[in-house]
């Protein structure tokens, strides 16, 4: 087929499309949908029982207030990548990644800081948290990708990493709600490290569909 | 018609009148027609138009250099009996490989400075960007072209 008789294909084919939402306003959505999902996550976990007690310790608000923010700004920067030419500054796709390097190096710092006294915890203790990371994170994940397709991801890797990096983070705030279990080491590893693993094994597979999606 | 001269132009302008560029900008015009949605009037066409372009361009090169590291037999062998007479091909081939293969900002700096010929205060508007750092964008642009093209070079079956 040559290009004119492409063209005149196209045309004949063009039909009336919905405009798609703007990348704030799918980001919104798409949180509000999070959400509902962190609080069936924590309604079928239970939330846990010093949730009283822990809302007025700096740490714990802290790591709540830096996963809500990683998870807003990279969904936002993500659906921003997935319209061609809207954005092109590097700072709007750098801040969830350092904000995510911010809550790793205050856990990192606490960790260090028990481990110090002797009183860093076990690692073996109740890792089924990772279980509440992947259980909340996957619908969000899959979700996000699915939304990030509908548009034109000029940059898969980095939009994927993004949409990837906001349900791992909906994952780990559900166990921040969760579980009770202040030691240090097991926030580290069980509540920080499986965001990070998501965000790197996601970013793998979700780059690949990404593309693939671009290519149909 | 308007859209297919102007990602004609785009196409041709980087990689010349190549017997795959016409393959390119049909995959321009049907992605153009099935993003469609992503589109917002409010803001220019331009921008949105090219990067579309620039992606599927970068695309086809990629795909081209994988294809053509499969084919490097075959391809010594010609070019040894033509080495002179594509020199001048290959080196184009590799420039717009090696732009290819940049960082998208500085891609899109380089290909407009250069391929399209713009000033860098054009450039500046277009992408948004303060006319300092267009400057430092295809300074770095240009550092990594010639790093990657001495490189690719220095590995030429020819050489």
Redesign the interface.
Known sequence: ???DQ??DR?VA??TP????L?PTERAALWTAMALVAVAFGVAWFGIRHDIATAWLEPGVLARIALLASTMWLSIVAAFRL?????E???FARWWPIALLGVLTAISAAELVAAWAVGAAGSPLRSWTCVRKVAFVGTVPAIVSIVLIS???A??PRWTAILGVLAAGAAGALTSELACPIHAPLHVFLWHITPVIVSTAVGALVGTLIVERM??? | ?LL?REARGFVGRRVGWAEWA?DV??EV???V????????PA??F???????A??RLV?ALRSRRRLALREVADDEAVARREAPRAEAHVLSDTLAHAVAGLP??QR?VVSLLKYEDMSVRDVARR???SEAAVKTTAHRGYKMLRRTVGDLGEHRPAD
């Open positions: 087929m040559n290009t492409l063209i196209l084919d063009v499309v919905r405009r798609l703007k997935s319209v061609p030419g809207g092109t500054r590097a509908r548009g034109f000029v940059e671009l290519r149909l | 018609m297919a016409e900008v049909q015009l049907l992605t027609h099935r993003v469609r949605s992503t589109y917002d803001r220019p331009a921008p949105w138009f090219y990067a579309i620039s992606s695309d998208r900002v899109e992408l948004g960007m």
